[in-house]
């Protein structure tokens, strides 16, 4: 989503949204013209009110998804006050996000296929920047296009000790995406047994089941993968069939 501040140069300079672009009568054509029509877009001003001029005119020339912030920035300001401005980005991070093509004082924008620095990072195995990212407010909730969290992504990329930082931080473990799949799943679909027994260990949910009506076990890909799986799901059928301790 590109984010376009309205207000005069001088309060955009002092502090506006991470990720913000200034954006004025004259620059507007240029912007237009340079954006592809798909793009999400959110507007602010200072109070809700000129933004709502400026997204019409987006509206106007074919863009589906426009947003007005309602209050402006300055009821963002109040209700998010440790991340006015770039405030939370150090240098360090700010040079990761750059070199990894997001805004260098954004830490929840988005690249292609809704990724964001979190989930990168995650891909990546980076868990310095996780943490940094984390630190600076990181979104630990969101999802890509696909409906997946940075879980996923540091299944794909197989890096353990990224899911701990995850896991640490209070992601859900569990996440379902747009097909009902899990971590979980993914990693037993595609034989990495190393994960399922790593995300097993953090607490994954072995019932969930995708749209169709598939479970991990369902899609082991590997005997390693469906012994794992068998073992915990054995494992929770006598923890439920046992009868509750008594004082």
């Known amino acids: 989503m590109l984010r376009f501040d309205v207000r005069d140069p001088a309060s955009f300079d ?25 793009t999400p877009i959110l507007i602010y001003c200072y109070h809700g009110n000129a933004s709502q ?14 947003y007005s912030l309602d209050g402006g920035y300055e009821a963002w300001r109040q209700r998010y006050p440790a991340r006015s401005g770039a405030a ?17 004082d954004d830490v929840d924008a988005i690249i292609a296929n809704r990724t964001t620095p ?82 097993l260990a953090k607490g994954a949910d072995i019932s969930t089941e995708t749209l169709d009506g598939f479970s991990a076990l369902d899609m082991a890909a590997s005997l390693e993968c469906l012994t794992l799986l068998r073992r915990a799901a054995k494992a929770a059928a006598s923890k439920a069939a046992a009868p509750e301790a008594r004082p």
């Open 14 to 38: 002092t502090a506006h949204l991470p990720g913000a672009r200034h954006l004025t009568q004259r620059n507007l054509s240029e912007i237009i013209a340079g954006t592809t029509k798909r």
């Open 53 to 66: 001029e400026y997204a019409q005119t987006f509206s106007d020339f074919g863009f589906a998804e426009v």
């Open 88 to 104: 939370n980005v150090g240098p360090a991070l700010g040079a990761w996000l750059a070199a990894e093509g997001f805004p260098a």
């Open 118 to 199: 979190l989930m990168k990072a995650a891909h990546l195995g980076n868990v310095a920047v996780i943490r940094e990212l984390l630190a600076a407010g990181a979104d630990v909730t969101a999802r890509n296009a696909d409906g997946n969290n940075a879980v996923w992504l540091a299944c794909v990329g197989r890096h353990l000790a990224a899911i701990d930082a995850l896991v640490e931080a209070g992601i859900d473990l569990d996440n379902s995406n747009d097909n009902g799949a899990t971590a979980l799943m993914y990693a037993s679909s595609s034989g990495k047994a190393e994960m399922v027994a790593h995300l």
